[in-house]
């Protein structure tokens, strides 16, 4: 294992540029997908449920196979250009035309974090009994705090989110199959492809797209092409992995 500059104890995992530079913007490309909206279950059946159980699974089959040529042809593009903000990369790629993506992406944010933030105020009053206004407002807090500390904050505070996701992922993943194992073989033993799997893995792939773009900051630490490309292939894996065991 290479080490680099020595972090703190709970950013041991930024001492190692293996990580930094295969796993670190996986992470945070998840993190990014699941707090938009994927880890309610509602985009999932949208996009992948419908189809049957079987059908779902070549959807998202479909969708990491776009997401890792998408990734690894972006990051590719943001090492060559060095473009590790959004604004530098669609100059690079669209030219004077770069700030219309910038409006569409603010729209985005805007209801992404009125999306979270309404959510955060659901979770701590259906549970804590707390105003809609408290969880709101620690979202908000939170995320201020962040972006003022900066980018290595925010890559150790996703990481330890990941981690976590994945716990929960797995445990739930445990339970069901042991309470539910048996309902959920006969399911896929009948292998229903439902028509329209690969419109619905097409969607799903180009619409979350625009987290490339939330990723840029953390693929400083690229070298090569080939870093770039399994770079590329392992955020997509990270990514879809967790939809998986939620599916």
Known sequence: MESEKKSGTFSFFMNYSWYKKYL???????????????????????YFSQYGP????????????????????????????KAYDYRTFFEKLIGPFW???????????????????AASGSILRDYFGLPDMVGSGIFLVSVGFLTYSGS???EVALSWWSYVLYIVYIVFLYFAFTKFGHVISANFAEGTVNPGWQLGGFKYAFYNIAVTST???????LESRREAIISGITAAFICIVPAIFFY
């Open 215 to 221: 990723v840029l900051f953390s693929l400083n630490y």
């Open 152 to 154: 290595k904050a925010i």
């Open 99 to 117: 700030f219309v993506y910038e409006i569409a992406f603010i729209v985005l944010l805007c209801i992404i974090m009125g999306v979270v933030g």
């Open 24 to 46: 670190l913007p996986g992470f945070v490309a998840q993190s990014v997908l699941i707090a938009g909206g994927y880890g309610t279950g509602r985009e999932l059946v949208e």
């Open 54 to 81: 079987t059908g779902g699974l070549m959807g998202m089959g479909l969708t990491f196979i776009l997401w890792a040529a998408l990734f690894a042809l972006s990051f590719e593009f943001a090492r060559a250009f």
